[in-house]
């Protein structure tokens, strides 16, 4: 049974992922039961962060084994006699995977109780300690130092500074408080930084705030595999499209060993200068950061002054593009609550199609296009391949080296042979495990199929595209 609630949706958006989960071609592959079972693991595992914390090492800097060394001595400091094994995935030879040790229901509750907003509850799940802009409530006797339990507010209903909270709320985990109340909500200058020092997290995770800067970067498996399938080589000229906060983008430029060129664009000039805080923490010298809206990116005007090297670009200008494009978000985990409306939700897919039209164009023929997204809607994935087959004749769906998810989702009339060549990582398949502070996982699963399986949703397709 599932530690946590499922995620909480609006009825229109549950009742439309249901449709998505029971749409005719699956019900037909996996049968009617099956698909209804599909759809209610998928809303419990939501809820839960993925098994395994993975970390991507920069090979640029340091070693693997190097790195996982410095990780060990790290998580040893966080949690003395707590053994947390490490593990390299053995088909992405630049990823550590670190168990998620939970979830952990025999700790004790505290009276002192700390209410924080569901996206910082969801930051504590994955390791991440409490800081003092993401707490909501706090016992009127709180103070520095005191033992307290923290509570999720799911549904954003706690009023800032109130002293109890009698609304739904999930127990995430005990720390100890380095603020008191009146630090945090009293002081005329309210103080920033640490409020709660996470000691016992329901999922036992490390904390990786500052740790081991340029040397490793925090990525979702998923997100990693991505530049692998891109498959950038090094000389080559590679478009990041949709580039924010650059993970993908510093990826590709080390898998092309910082040789060759890689644009990165964003249309938010905060999110394009924390691309280019990453490249500069991770030493790479291939990367150019645009704050430009990339569905524009595309320029028939040859006369430019900048002549290609910014944009917007002459078509064919780009041996790869990476279209990780804007999306619901629906395969985000840990998410205990979905406050998308339906509208929202559906409102994807025209951007997605103005961004894939200029990706298309600024490809050179035989070149490689990558589109991805972080949700699990029919919509925002197996029916834009569709349409972009249709659209561009010129598009070729390619197999995806490494391909360790899923095959695509039945219901937007590809054929099997295509939806082998599509990746889903779907969660409906992860296996939650419930663990004490002496576990390490699943001990009936091999870590890296449990890795491979048990991470958030997301989906990749890979096109050549032909003369």
Known sequence: MSFFPKIRLRKEVEDYLRNVYLNTELVATLGAEEAEKKFVRLQNHLSHPPSFTTIRVNTRRTSVENAKQLLSEEIHKQFPGVVIPIHQHPQLNDLLLIPAIGPRRALKRHPVQVIVGA????????GAHVYSAGIQ???KWMKAGDKVS???DIEGQCK????????TKVFIGNGISELSRAEIFCSASPIKGKGIRMTEPVYLSPSFDNILPGYIFLQNLPSAVVSHVLNPQPGERVLDMCAAPGGKTTHIAT?????GEVIAMDKIANKVEKIKQNVAVLMLDSVQA???NSTKAVTHDTSDSGQGTAPPFPPESFDRVLLDAPCSGMGQRPNMACALSLRELTSYPPLQRKLFSAAVSLLKPGGTLVYSTCTITLSENEEQVAWALKTFPCLQLQAQEPHIGGEGMAGAGLSPDQLQLLQRFDPSLAALCDSDINDGTCEDKEPTLLANTDTIGFFIAKFIKNS
């Not at 996206?119 to 994955?126: D, E, K, M, N, T």
């Not at 898998?255 to 040789?259: A, F, G, P, R, S």
């Open 290 to 292: 645009y704050c430009y």
């Open 150 to 152: 923290v509570y999720s």
């Open 255 to 259: 898998l092309m060993d910082d040789q």
């Open 160 to 167: 800032r500074g109130a002293t109890e909270f009698e609304g």
């Open 119 to 126: 996206q910082c509850g969801s930051a504590v799940l994955r």
């Open 137 to 139: 409530s706090a016992s």
